[in-house]
């Protein structure tokens, strides 16, 4: 059955560094996602991607995140100088539709110390 | 801002018993979806209900959309201990860019022998 995937795992990394969080979607999907969720807390939406731009976000998602698509499968999230409290799940998820269900990965923890 | 409460916030149940998890809201939403998370992984998608009044079955989980489409039910026959998990309900919002979802607050369930 076809799943998200994302990579890496678990990914640890120091106050002010920039972190790059990859994923692979469904591959006949044509929306994506990036959803985070603090320990502890809801998930709550990041941003959304269709047609090789961001179509909507979050005020999370501010000027420090950026996403891309570089390439036919992957798609990822930037964090360009990571914070304490960017520690969290990143899920990634995707759509075939607008109006489709959205399946996600299996997240990856980041740990900024 | 869409909120979704959902409750209880814990339930610690004996195998056999049956329950019922709620998710409201104020806000209509375009479907609604139930999702279950295990720690450290990403949520699975159980089902997804978009007309008002809608009931769908999934095995011993009935999962019922309200008329307004504004709130959701699960409810578990026979929960056994594999039931035990986190249950989240998402209210999804389509946009042009795809279909937003915001979480619910989660219902942790305890399923004991």
């Known amino acids: 059955e076809p799943e998200v995937t994302q990579t890496p795992s678990h990914q640890v990394t120091q106050m002010g560094q920039e972190v790059i969080l990859r994923c692979v979607p469904i591959s006949n999907h044509l929306y994506f996602y990036w959803y985070r969720q603090i320990l502890g807390q809801k998930v709550e939406f990041l941003v959304s991607?269709?047609?090789?731009?961001?179509?909507?976000k979050s005020e999370i998602f501010d000027d420090q995140f950026s996403v891309e698509r570089p390439d036919g499968s992957n798609f990822t999230l930037k964090i360009r100088s990571t914070k304490l409290e960017d520690s969290a799940m990143y899920f990634c998820?995707?759509?075939?539709?607008?109006?489709?269900?959205?399946?996600f990965g299996q997240g990856t923890r980041l740990t900024v110390v | 801002t869409q909120l979704l409460e959902q409750s209880p916030q814990f339930l610690s149940i004996q195998e056999g018993e049956n329950l019922t998890v709620y998710c409201n809201s104020s806000?209509?939403?375009?479907?609604l979806q139930w999702y279950r998370q295990e720690p450290g992984e990403g949520p699975v998608l159980l089902v997804t209900?978009?007309?008002?009044?809608e009931v769908k079955k999934l095995k011993r989980l009935t999962f019922q959309f309200g008329d307004a489409r504004k709130d959701s039910s699960l409810h578990i026959t026979a929960a056994q201990p594999g039931d035990t998990g986190l249950y989240l309900c998402?209210?999804?919002?389509?946009?042009?860019?795809?279909?937003?979802?915001?979480f619910g607050t989660g219902t942790q369930l305890k399923v004991e022998l």
């Open positions: 209900v978009v007309t008002g009044g």
């Open positions: 991607f269709y047609n090789n731009e961001i179509s909507e």
């Open positions: 806000s209509v939403f375009s479907s």
């Open positions: 998820a995707s759509s075939r539709d607008s109006n489709t269900e959205a399946f």
């Open positions: 998402a209210g999804a919002r389509v946009t042009g860019g795809g279909n937003k979802l915001t």
